[in-house]
């Protein structure tokens, strides 16, 4: 079952009018290969997720407001909170995948030693970081937020492909 984690705006976080998509253990098979974050790469990569690289979650708040991020955990277990400081705090363990759209804070609030996880992103588009600091203007915020919106819609969901999440709560 897919979970919809829907966050309203918490300036200087924009956040997204689409809902965060939380996968529970969608990657629980992956995990049972001899290679996991390789073969969690590759995954993605089929469904229009590149870009990819495997590490942790930075323990500050931060968001992309030129792209939407995917991220699954292949070793340990996380909070991250979601949406700022007045967001959701989820419980991210080894197999569950997020989807974060455009805009999304998120930060790693405690984690395992072993926590690691893989990060992609649609069409493999560079992305770019924002922090708190960063966004020192209103001006500057509702440029963010204008970009945030202008943003596509992926056309595969990262883990279901064609027909996935996605296509039922992001169109």
Aim: aromatic fraction near 12%; charge should be negative; include cysteine.
């Amino acid at each position: 079952m897919i979970e919809q984690i829907l966050l309203k705006e918490d300036q200087p976080y924009p956040n997204s009018m689409l809902p965060v998509l939380f996968y529970p253990g969608a990657f629980r098979e992956i995990l049972e290969t001899d290679e996991p974050a390789q073969n969690g790469i590759d995954l993605f990569e089929e469904h229009g997720y590149a870009n990819a690289w495997v590490d942790g979650i930075f323990p500050y708040h931060h968001f992309h407001s030129n792209t939407h991020e995917v991220l699954a955990c292949i070793s340990g277990e996380a909070s991250v909170q979601l949406g700022g400081s007045n967001g959701k705090i989820i419980k991210f363990t080894t197999g569950d995948v997020v989807l974060l759209p455009a805009g999304t804070a998120h930060k790693r609030v405690k984690a395992s030693k072993d926590f690691k996880i893989i990060g992609a992103y649609p069409d493999g588009k560079n992305y770019n970081t924002y922090r708190s600091e960063d966004v020192t203007s209103d001006e500057q915020y509702q440029r963010l937020k204008q970009e945030i919106k202008n943003v596509p819609v992926p056309t595969l969901d990262p883990v279901q492909s064609k027909g996935g999440a996605v296509k039922k709560y992001w169109y």
